[in-house]
């Protein structure tokens, strides 16, 4: 039987490696695709979180529905942005977007 | 249903190694496929906590709709030219060293932490969660619906080609 606390330290490792990509990555697909490596390491430890809690047991669970649903979401603008980018200025580059600099 | 502590261990090694090449693979479309293993991954860890309507929705959701929408964008974005970008940009070099440190105290406050949680599983069933989906959280989960069709309608707005007259 594994403990809560594997899965959570599991979530965070997810969570740190998606963190690095956003970080170091130039794509803003790539940035994406980051992001959704984060909302996956939440959905683990709320379904972690659903399976081992004393109270409220399945409450983790709903929430990463939302979780999905809202992530459905940022992703189809999040490309759809991508794609407007790229139409303006064939290009990717998140550190290009500099237009509101002071 | 109880898992032993090694299928974890397989399991955590089929999410974490995809996740770290995807992040490292310079070709963004084996970064998506890297990707796809990855959530893969993740759904068996949802198998492993007995969330099996989630498990599902990972499948359903993330490797085959979520995919397929990123690798349509890496598709219509590709370079005419075919000119090999830079791909890590100048700062990245402190990336992963904070990445690292972020682990690291992730890691360090997540396993040390005491919950009020049992040790072992409680198999929540998924009557439980549907229960709780349509009574308690109705009203957010219809929410939900608006807010998939307003992001429906922004990403067509913001991806469709201006027709100049």
């Avoid at chain 2, 090449?21 to 479309?29: A, H």
């Avoid at chain 2, 791909?87 to 360090?108: E, I, K, N, T």
């Avoid at chain 2, 229960?131 to 989960?141: G, I």
Wanted: hydrophobic letters at 60%; charged letters at 10%; proline letters at 3%.
């Amino acid at each position: 039987m594994t403990p809560l606390q594997h899965y959570l330290v599991l979530a965070g490792v997810l969570f740190a490696v998606g963190a690095w990509g956003v970080l170091a990555r130039r794509n803003i697909i790539m940035v994406v695709m980051c992001l959704e490596l984060m909302f996956n390491a939440v959905n683990i430890a709320l379904a972690a979180f659903s399976n081992y809690a004393n109270l409220g047991a399945g409450r983790g669970e709903a929430f990463v529905f939302f979780v999905l649903a809202i992530a459905a979401a940022e992703v189809a603008v999040g490309l759809a942005i991508g794609i407007a980018m790229f139409r303006l200025r064939e290009r990717l580059d998140v550190d290009e977007l500099d237009e509101m600099k002071g | 249903m109880q898992f032993s502590t090694p299928v974890f261990y397989i399991v955590a090694a089929l999410v974490i190694i995809p996740a770290v090449l995807m992040v490292s693979l310079k070709n963004l479309i084996y970064s998506a496929m890297a990707m796809i293993a990855c959530f893969s991954g993740v759904a068996a860890v949802f198998v492993t906590l007995n969330a099996e309507l989630l498990a599902a929705s990972q499948l359903l959701i993330y490797v085959g709709a979520i995919s397929i929408l990123i690798l349509f964008a890496i598709m219509l974005t590709r370079r005419r030219s075919g000119a090999v970008g830079i791909f890590f940009h100048r700062q990245s070099w402190a990336a992963l060293p904070a990445a690292a440190a972020l682990a690291v105290v992730l890691g360090l406050v997540l396993g040390s932490a005491r919950f009020n949680a049992g040790s072992s599983p409680k198999n929540p069933a998924t009557a439980n969660l549907s229960r709780l989906l349509f009574n308690q959280y109705a009203f957010p989960f219809e929410l939900a619906s608006l807010v998939l069709l307003a992001a429906i309608v922004g990403a067509v707005l913001l991806a469709r080609r201006e027709r100049r007259p």
